[in-house]
């Protein structure tokens, strides 16, 4: 991606670069290897439906709704009904090969489709029952989340991060000088990865600013009691992650400056003690609050 903004700069002395599609394919890319691994050209067609339905889906929440509608045989519904059959097949081709590759005895692939197969195979062995683990539909609907859930929160995260580093030149000199001692001109590898605690602080800095996802729901499954609140089974929990993230009782009266070195001492400590930060920017949520 970096290589095709260099040639388009010296074709010319300077040039102006809309960074959102490029972006889109990178993180696109990177949940197609990392769900699909081998089968990453097939999870790359899969991102490219997914996105055509999601594009479907937003424009017909903007119109009028009509109860029932979405049952007319209409242009729009009928592409979409299209996509979903074609992505479900199109999965469940990858997760057929996959399973016949592990009753052969096969090793088991290390992508995000291995894992989950892998666990799930071995909850159904200990339990000695197919009701238990997830069905291929589950499956199924658990790949479709890796893109829903990841791919434009992580390019959404990316280009305010961009933004960002080009407002506040000191932070982005200061992240370049630490890649640089980390790597020099290596490549990037996990472990040097662990050690960019400053691109750390400005990740969680960014998505403190601007969180990809500014509201959460989670559904209680069954009764549960918070201290001297009863929750019934059914309760529709909804977050909002904004709100949470601009408190200035939590977070202090810079609330909304750019301030990456707020989380030199950890989440914790930037939120006064209080376990209220939410990550939302990549395929799994990570929840960091107390309802408590």
Not at 31 to 51: D, M, N, P, V
Not at 134 to 154: D, R
Not at 183 to 195: A, R, S, T, V, W
Not at 254 to 270: H, I, M, Q, T
Request: proline share 3%; charged share 25%.
């Amino acid at each position: 991606m970096i290589h095709k903004w260099e040639e388009m700069v010296t074709k010319e002395s300077s040039c102006e670069v809309d960074v959102w599609p490029h972006l889109q394919t990178l993180t696109s890319d990177v949940i197609s290897r990392t769900a699909f691994g081998s089968s990453f050209e097939e999870g790359r067609k899969i991102f490219e439906l997914q996105s055509e339905l999601g594009a479907l889906v937003m424009k017909a929440s903007m119109q009028i709704y009509i109860p029932r509608s979405k049952f007319l045989p209409t242009k729009t519904n009928k592409r979409m009904k299209e996509i979903d059959q074609e992505v479900k097949a199109m999965i469940k081709g990858i997760i057929n090969k996959r399973v016949i590759a592990m009753k052969a005895g096969e090793s088991i692939n290390d992508d995000l489709l291995g894992i989950l197969l892998d666990s799930n195979y071995k909850e159904i062995k200990q339990q000695g029952n197919s009701n238990f683990g997830l069905s291929i539909e589950e499956v199924i609907e658990e790949c479709k989340l890796f893109y829903f859930a990841g791919q434009e929160t992580t390019g959404n995260m990316l280009v305010w991060t961009m933004i960002l580093l080009g407002q506040y030149k000191d932070r982005q000199t200061r992240a370049r000088e630490k890649v640089l001692q980390v790597f020099g001109d290596k490549k990037p590898d996990i472990e040097g990865l662990n050690h960019l605690k400053v691109v750390t602080m400005i990740f969680n800095e960014v998505l403190t600013l601007y969180p990809p996802g500014v509201l959460l729901r989670r559904s209680v499954y069954e009764e549960t009691k918070l201290r001297n609140i009863v929750l019934p089974a059914g309760t529709l929990l909804q977050l909002n992650t904004l709100l949470l993230h601009h408190d200035q009782d939590i977070w202090g009266e810079d609330v909304y400056e750019f301030k990456p070195e707020r989380f030199s001492e950890g989440v914790l400590k930037a939120t006064k003690g209080q376990a209220s930060y939410l990550e939302v920017a990549h395929v799994y949520v990570w929840d960091k609050i107390s309802l408590c």
